[in-house]
Every structure is written in C-alpha cells, then in structure tokens.
C-alpha cells in the first residue's frame, strides 16, 4: 500500500470517527473533549463530507456543542430528494410548553451573569409550569405528569438529570441542568415573541379543559 492510499484511508477514518457520533446525536465538548478539538480541527471536511447527504453541521464553539441538521432546500433541489437521515421528532403540546418556559428560564440565568451551569429542582421544573396547566386538587397525579414530559425532555438532550449527592436515587429531590443546546433549537427571534405566544397557550389551554 502506497503512502498515499493510507494518508487517505486515514483521513476517512478520521471523518468517520466524527460523522457517525454527530448522526447519533450532540458532540459536548464537556463530556467528550478529544472528539471535540478533533472536530474543531476538521469541521471544513466535515462540512463538505457531510453536504452531499443532505446535512449541515450546527457547531456553536462558544457554548461547546455540534449536531447536525436537515439542511434547508427549495423544492426544486436536488437534496429534496434524498431521505431524511436526521428524523423530525413530533413534540407534544405540553413538552413544547416546557421547553419554551427553561428557554426563557436561560435566557434570564444567562442575563444574571451568574454561573454557568443552570441547575433547577424537579419542583422548580414543576412550578413553571404549574400556572399553565388546569387547578387539580391532585398534587400526585400533577407531578408525575410534569415527571412523564421532563423524562422526555431528557430523552431529547435537552435536560440532564444530575446524579444525587448522596448516591440515592429519589425522584423527590432530583435536579437537572438546562443543556445549553436549546438555545439553537429555540432562537432569539422565537424568544422575543415569547409573551405572545404564551397568551396561545393559555387559550390553548383554557379551550382544553373547557373540552
């Protein structure tokens, strides 16, 4: 084998060990450093390599995550054709409602100055989004519902559910940290009208339990 053919066979290897995990999901600088600065270090091949699959690569370096998204095509265009490699996932209302209340809740943290990290409590979790969901005198029944939609949430990466400091496992006392990656799937823009949409999804709600 010529040197040139390994060279090569070498740099594919290099793309794949970087294509792949984007296709599974988010690269974090935190979690996964090496990946990383790898990453930062070939992302114009990356970009190019993954192009012709229809893809564009979302790196934010400051925040320090990288995913991959269905790349924006006229319906004229060739790429519209191809299948789609990274699925839409439908949310519900409720999950939407969530994640649009701890976009908001770091956008204020990140306002503050504050740390970094935004951690809330299972029932800090609960009580934003309590005024939106209809009186119930059944504090359990309300509370595993928040839990259904927040497992979900972090199901998506959008949460992270933090180990207990006394190594026990209680649902009572759980925490999770806001993943800064929401703030590429809910923009600024999506922010500033925040207010009006929240009045629809009031009414939304108010014509639910009127149903």
């Given at each position: 084998m010529s040197v040139s053919s390994e060279t090569n066979n070498t740099a594919v290897l290099d793309l794949s060990a970087l294509v792949v995990p984007l296709?599974?999901?988010?690269?974090?600088?935190?979690?996964?450093?090496?990946?990383?600065?790898?990453?930062?270090?070939?992302?114009?091949?990356v970009r190019d390599y993954i192009v012709v699959l229809g893809l564009e690569l979302m790196l934010d370096e400051a925040e320090g995550y990288a995913f991959l998204r269905a790349r924006a095509v006229a319906d004229d265009d060739a790429a519209a054709k191809l299948p789609r490699l990274v699925a839409r996932r439908p949310l519900s209302f409720l999950v939407s409602l969530l994640l649009a209340l701890l976009r908001k809740k770091l956008a204020e943290f990140d306002a503050s100055g504050g740390a970094t990290r935004l951690v809330l409590s299972r029932m800090e979790i609960v009580?934003?989004?309590?005024?939106?969901?209809?009186?119930?005198?059944?504090?359990?029944?309300?509370?595993?519902?928040?839990?259904?939609?927040?497992?979900?949430?972090?199901?998506?990466?959008?949460?992270?559910?933090?180990?207990?400091?006394?190594g026990v496992s209680d649902a009572q006392t759980a925490t999770y940290e806001v993943r800064r990656i929401l703030k590429a799937f809910v923009d600024a823009q999506w922010l500033a009208d925040f207010d009006i949409r929240l009045v629809a999804y009031q009414d939304q709600l108010s014509a639910s339990g009127h149903e």
């Open positions: 296709l599974k999901g988010v690269i974090y600088q935190e979690t996964d450093a090496a990946t990383w600065n790898a990453l930062l270090n070939l992302q114009a091949r009580e934003l989004i309590r005024v939106f969901l209809p009186e119930s005198s059944n504090e359990a029944k309300l509370i595993d519902q928040v839990d259904t939609h927040l497992n979900k949430i972090v199901e998506l990466g959008f949460l992270r559910r933090l180990k207990s400091t006394a």
